[in-house]
């Protein structure tokens, strides 16, 4: 008995021990994935900085395609389950000109990555998904990624669905809704939906004050946008043209063309109605 209650303790220390053994060495291999990746991701900004100005499979840009790709190869070897090393080595072998690149292997890992959770490779596949040869088939799983990112509030998502409200394509034509998701991405740094809510605004629409989670479908038709129109709790008016300049000071801070010529249309109408 008395070295049955002296184990004990004994073996609980080693589990605990073990677990933090187990916590230290995942942290470690987190650092060092995100490490390859901040490196693989240096190496494609100097690549886009550059190609604008040459071609795509200039031999001066393939030290910097190997090196990310390397690295983006390195962290997963680190972290197998690092969605964004997958996302970035998809887009590798899908966008860029890298020696060894295979359209099939990008698009493995794209699907891997959406299907692991990643906001990002879910927009990108639904984009992929689209502009594929259409079929019933193919409408559907894009609905279901646009509809998951969608969840996560990705920017682009939003803008899409956004759009969709904004024109009445595939879903019923809301402005209400299409301001609401304009807001959204506008909040997270999408340009292009910052002039189309700052549009809404000056047109005074309302957008839902607040929403439940959204929940995707799989249908050809999202029912992202129904699940948030189930969901209103409030609507608030924007019409405030200051409101308005807002969002298109935040378009042309980006250096957005659009956004000026709507700054310079709102000066123009205040300084009219100013004289009148």
Known sequence: ?????????????????????????????????????????????????????????????????????????????????????????????????????CKAVGAGLLVEAADMGNADAQYELFCQLRTGESSITKD????????????QLQPDALFVLGAM???????KKD????????????????????IAYGALIFKGKKTPDKIGPLAGSGKVTSEASSKIRNRLSKRTSISSIDDAINQFEVAANAGNDLAFIWLNRLHEQEENEAMD
Request: aromatic share 10%.
């Open 165 to 171: 409200h904004l024109g009445g394509d595939c879903v």
């Open 175 to 194: 402005l209400e809704l299409a301001a609401w998701c304009f807001q959204k991405a506008t909040q997270k740094g999408h340009v292009g939906a910052a």
């Open 1 to 101: 008995m008395w070295r049955s209650g002296l184990l004990k303790p004994l073996k609980n220390a080693a589990s605990c021990n073990l677990f933090f053994q187990i916590q230290r060495g995942l942290h470690s291999r987190n650092k060092k994935a995100k490490e390859y990746i901040g490196k693989g991701w240096s190496a494609i900004q100097e690549v886009d900085r550059v190609i604008p100005y040459t071609e795509p499979d200039d031999e001066l840009l393939i030290p910097l395609l190997k090196s990310a790709k390397q690295n983006f190869e390195l962290a997963l070897e680190v972290d197998n389950l690092n969605t964004q090393a997958r996302l970035w080595l998809a887009r590798l072998h899908l966008k860029y000109c890298v020696p060894g690149a």
């Open 140 to 151: 559907r799983q894009a609905v279901y990624y646009l509809d998951k990112a969608i969840n």
